[in-house]
């Protein structure tokens, strides 16, 4: 999810590049769901950094 949307792992890259643009200082928080695999979780990283945003969290957890 981007903010409260689902979207494809192929648009985090997309969607994080144009709320970068909008906010350059925010970081980003990627919240793993504890039974998602984990290149998923590689793959959203490599697309948040390719955004543009270097300050990155991770935690974990269910999604609801």
Do not use: M
């Amino acid at each position: 999810a981007v903010g409260p949307r689902v979207v494809d792992v192929r648009a985090v890259r997309a969607n994080i590049e144009r709320l970068h643009a909008l906010k350059p200082e925010d970081g980003a928080l990627i919240i793993a769901d504890k039974d998602a695999p984990n290149g998923v979780l590689v793959q959203v990283l490599d697309q948040v950094r390719q955004g543009g945003v270097e300050q990155v969290s991770l935690s974990s957890g269910t999604v609801k």
